[in-house]
Nanobody, 120 residues
């Protein structure tokens, strides 16, 4: 079984940047970031393939967020720039075996989540 541990969340102002990290105990086909704001459903943010390195982003974060991987450290990152108050949410790292996956049910393993709060 794959275990995931997120870190890097915090409180920032609009326009600031933040980098989230997700350390994994094993490898899967793909990894992703999801987020869940208070009163909302969990939504897809970004995904990356461990095989090809290809990425896919939600329209709401495209051009501002970058997902990346470090094979040596077996870690996935989410670089978040130009943060907006609407980015405020608990961010979750996920891993699974399905390609081109952007729904919660497509992933097998989940981290505990890390809080990101963006003030205006």
């Amino acid at each position: 079984q794959v275990q995931l541990v997120e870190s890097g969340g915090g409180l920032v102002q609009a326009g600031d940047s933040l980098r989230l990290s997700c350390a994994a105990s094993g490898r899967t086909f793909s990894s992703a970031w999801f987020r869940q704001a208070t009163g909302n459903e969990r939504e897809f943010v970004a995904t990356i393939s461990w095989i090809s390195g290809s990425t896919y982003y939600a329209d709401s974060v495209k051009g501002r967020f970058t997902i990346s991987r470090d094979n040596a450290k077996n870690t996935v990152y989410l670089q978040m720039n130009s943060l907006k108050p609407e980015d405020t949410a608990v961010y979750y790292c996920a891993a699974g075996y399905r390609p081109t996956a952007y729904r919660s049910n497509d992933y097998n393993y989940w981290g505990q989540g890390t809080q990101v709060t963006v003030s205006s």
